[in-house]
């Protein structure tokens, strides 16, 4: 059963705006951290924005000022909004979610594609 549930990827010009969400299911129990990282073909995966259960928020330095996540504890999800997008922000867009017993979910990625 599918655990990370996303959606919002698709394709826009630069300078344009999307937003991501992402559900976890009720089978993760205690989580502690929801957030998105992202992946372009041939370099390795790295962080965009994550969340905690208490609010706290941590940006990679490219996307800080132009992206903003939020989440709800109610109805376990995530919100990544990204405005001012780069061709540089092309990538799979993957949900990431961590217990507090330290346990790590993967969303199966979303593709966002910025066209120039």
């Known amino acids: 059963q599918v655990q990370v549930v996303e959606s919002g990827g698709g394709l826009v010009r630069a300078g344009g705006s999307l937003g991501l969400s992402c559900a976890a299911s009720?089978?993760?129990?205690?989580?502690?951290?929801m957030g998105w990282y992202r992946q372009a073909p041939g370099k390795q995966r790295e962080l965009v924005a994550t969340?905690?259960?208490?609010?706290?928020?941590d940006y990679a330095d490219s996307v800080k000022g132009r992206c903003t996540i939020s989440g709800d504890n109610v109805k376990r999800t995530v919100v990544l909004q990204m405005n001012s997008l780069k061709p540089d922000d092309t990538a799979v867009y993957y949900c990431?979610?961590?217990?507090?017993?330290?346990?790590?979910?993967w969303g199966q990625g979303t593709q966002v594609t910025v066209s120039s």
């Open positions: 990431y979610v961590r217990t507090v017993g330290g346990r790590e979910y």
């Open positions: 969340v905690t259960v208490s609010g706290s928020t």
């Open positions: 009720r089978s993760i129990f205690s989580y502690t951290v």
